[in-house]
């Protein structure tokens, strides 16, 4: 029994611990490095997102091609359709990433070119 309240008592102790060493300061300290993002940083996260767009894109066209050369030919109506599915939803994954990775890509590419306009705001006032 003392064991289990000497367990208790050490988590207690650890979660005081962490809840101290997550003060208000530190949350100021975070705040303001999360809002130091400039142009280079949207520019980073647009080239890799749009190079993950790319390589998504040629990943997506080696699906297809494989898919559209090697069609599956099943005798089983059930066992074809579970294959044109899984087919789809694959093939329907591999868009979506190249889909989401070029808007999010083309996203940071109009943000950091509004960053300029932004910064020569602040710098005149």
Partial sequence: MSKEKDKSLNLNSLILTEQKNSSPKNDSENKKSQQEKGPSSFFLGALTSLLLAWVSLLLTEKVV?????????????????????????????????????????????????????NANRVEGD
């Fill in 65 to 117: 091609i494989y898919f559209t050369i090697h069609a599956p030919q099943y005798s089983s109506p059930i066992a074809q359709s579970i294959s044109s599915g899984l087919k789809t939803l694959i093939i329907g994954m591999c868009c979506l990433a190249t889909f989401s990775f070029a808007f999010i890509g083309l996203g940071l590419v109009i943000v950091f070119i509004r960053s300029f306009f």
